[in-house]
C-alpha cells in the first residue's frame, strides 16, 4: 500500500508560480514511478507529468512544456510539480499518484492522492 498527500494548491494570478508537493508513505518509493494529473469538472483526468522512480527519465504533457517541471527527492519520499507562468487553463483538481499499471506516462496508476485545488486568476 502507498498512501499520497498532495499539498500545495491554492489561488494564484495568471504568470504567477506554484509549487505543488507529495508526500509518500507506504511501499518502497524509491522504486516507484510517480506522476501528476490534473481534472475539471466536465472532463477526464489528464496526464501532467511523470517521473521514473530513478528520477532521470520525465515526461510532460505539451500543454505545459516549459513550464512545469517534475522532480522528486527519495529521501524525503516527496515529489514535486513546480509550475510556473500559470494560464486560467492550469486550473483544476491536481493529483499525486504512484506506481503505474502500464507505461509511466499513461493513465493507469494504482494509487492516489486526494487532491490539491488549483486555480489560476485572470
Known amino acids: 500500500q502507498v498512501q499520497l498527500v498532495e499539498s500545495g494548491g491554492g489561488l494564484v494570478q495568471v504568470g504567477g508560480s506554484l509549487r505543488l508537493s507529495c508526500a509518500a508513505s507506504?511501499?518502497?518509493?524509491?522504486?516507484?514511478?510517480m506522476g501528476w494529473f490534473r481534472q475539471t469538472p466536465g472532463k477526464e483526468r489528464e496526464s501532467v507529468a511523470a517521473?521514473?522512480?530513478?528520477?532521470?527519465?520525465?515526461y510532460y504533457a505539451d500543454s505545459v512544456k516549459g513550464r512545469f517541471t517534475i522532480s522528486r527527492d527519495n529521501a524525503k519520499n516527496t515529489v514535486y510539480l513546480q509550475m510556473n507562468s500559470l494560464k486560467p487553463e492550469d486550473t483544476a483538481v491536481y493529483y499525486c499518484?504512484?506506481?503505474?499499471?502500464?507505461?509511466?506516462?499513461?493513465?493507469?496508476?494504482?494509487?492516489w492522492g486526494q487532491g490539491t485545488q488549483v486555480t489560476v486568476s485572470s
Open positions: 517521473i521514473r522512480w530513478s528520477g532521470i527519465h520525465t
Open positions: 499518484a504512484a506506481d503505474p499499471r502500464g507505461p509511466y506516462n499513461g493513465l493507469e496508476y494504482n494509487y
Open positions: 507506504g511501499r518502497s518509493f524509491r522504486s516507484t514511478d
